[in-house]
């Protein structure tokens, strides 16, 4: 083998190791990444499974942010709104 041919040898095998940890070290990486979209997708599948209404969402969240009797007033207001969507949505949807 030529001197030439031999260092090429060497360089590929070089880059072949470099390669190769960087690989090791993306799968790592990866691993991390999916284990925390793991725990998003844990949530939005529980909030899939129970099927909240966002008006409860919405008041849940409302209710750590706010004061008590300004959520209450905010939330009365929010249901009544969202049961009336509900009662035109079913109107709707019966005469067609």
Known sequence: M????????????????RCTAQRIRLAGALGAIEHDLH????GFS????FSWSP???TGGLLALGLRAGRSAGLLSRAFLIFET?????????KQE
């Open 46 to 49: 529980m909030v899939k499974k």
């Open 2 to 17: 030529t001197p030439r041919a031999a260092e090429f040898a060497r360089r590929r095998g070089v880059l072949q190791l």
């Open 55 to 57: 008006l409860i969402v």
């Open 39 to 42: 725990k998003v997708e844990r």
């Open 85 to 93: 969507v509900q009662r035109i949505r079913r109107s709707l949807t």
